[in-house]
Structure formats: C-alpha cells, structure tokens
C-alpha cells in the first residue's frame, strides 16, 4: 500500500485554505498535513509537517508566494517539497517570477476538484504541472532578457529538445519527434538543464521564454 501525498496548504484567506482542505481531504490518496496563512510561516511549516507538496498563494500580504517558494526550494536539511502556486488570474505577473524561483507550475483558484488533485499528484511524482500556453502568453508582456541562452552553448540537438519541451512534450513524444530513443532525450534533457544552471523542466522552459530562445509572441 502506497502511503499518502502529503499536502501543506499556504493562502491569507481562510476559506481557500479551508475548501482546498476539503477537496484534498476527500481524496483517499491525499492527505492535508498543515496550514500557514502567510509565506513567513512555511519554512517552520515544512520542518514541523515534511509534505510532498505545498500548494502556495502568489499573492500574500507579508511573505509573497515568490520569496517563500525561494525558501522552500533552498532549504537545506531534509527533503525538499515541490511548489504549486495558487493564483486568482492566469495573467498574474508574479507567477513567471514564481516559476522562476522555483515552483513546479501553477494552478487557478477556480481550478474544479478533480484538477487541484491530479495537479497534486503529478507533481508528487516529479512531473512539472506546466501549461506552455500560459507560460508563452506570461513571457510575452516581458523584453527578453540576458542574451537569448548563447552562453550556455547548448548544442543544435539540444536545443531542438528544449524547443519542444517548451511546446509541452514529454521525453516520449519528444523522442517521436526526433526519432531518438527516450534514454536518449532524457540525456539531452538532463544536459540542458546543467548547461541552464537550472533544476527542472519548469525553470527550463521559462528561461527558453523569457530568454527570447523560444519566442513569446
């Protein structure tokens, strides 16, 4: 018997906290194992309860979103959970700075029940919840920065696999695609991120944006 995705939930308004709970709870696979209502509380959060997963409100009144998921992914000492941020708009500016930080994707608070729970699984299983629509359409109301990802001499095949990472595909269809082995993606997935200094999927595909590697618009 599997044991159960361990949920930690961080949002300023009580009744958000209270039905994510709800939908969590009912779930037999899911379990919520801790609360905070503003981001300075989740590092001692994530010590006290150890989730798998911290479902994080963008916006917060003191500690944002952004620098408690900075926190949680720089933690030293133990496992270190993934991050979803909640947020109210998919145009909200601050989660490109979120997912930059850190986070593993995104969901909508109006997202149904059936969504907030598979989100929570897929990424307890170290998949990234990423939707390249809305990373493209986040990316497009920035200049791109830095120099478009030349100094990390990403060779033509493995820039052609971040290409269609940022299209969504998985090292499967990816190695459709090319006509490559799915061991063999995932070597040059694995190179693209050492060569971008970043530590998943996610952060890979919105530096290909907000580069300017990947076009936005």
């Not at 991050?83 to 998919?90: A, G, H, M, R």
């Not at 493209?136 to 820039?159: I, Q």
């Amino acid at each position: 018997m599997t044991e159960d995705v361990r949920v930690a939930i961080v949002d300023d308004e009580p009744l958000v906290r209270a039905g994510l709970r709800v939908v969590l709870d009912a779930e037999p696979d899911i379990a919520v194992v801790g609360e905070a209502e503003d981001g300075a509380g989740v590092p001692q959060l994530v010590t006290d309860t150890r989730p798998d997963v911290v479902l994080m409100d963008v916006r917060m009144p003191r500690v944002d979103g952004i620098a408690a998921t900075r926190a949680v992914v720089d933690r030293a000492g133990g496992p270190v959970p993934r991050v979803v941020v909640l947020t109210t708009f998919e145009n909200d500016d601050h989660v490109l700075d979120a997912l930059q930080a850190g986070a593993q994707g995104f969901l909508l608070k109006r997202a149904r029940p059936e969504e907030i729970a598979q989100a929570v699984r897929t990424v307890a299983q170290g998949d990234s919840l990423l939707f390249p629509d809305a990373v493209r359409r986040l990316a497009a109301g920035r200049p791109p920065s830095g120099d478009a990802l030349v100094s990390a001499r990403l060779t033509e095949r493995e820039g052609e696999v971040l290409r269609l990472m940022a299209d969504g595909m998985s090292n499967a269809e990816i190695a459709g695609e090319l006509y490559l082995g799915v061991e063999t993606v995932r070597t040059h997935v694995g190179n693209v991120l050492g060569k971008l200094g970043v530590r998943d999927r996610t952060q890979a595909v919105v530096r290909a944006y907000t580069s300017g590697f990947v076009r936005a618009g």
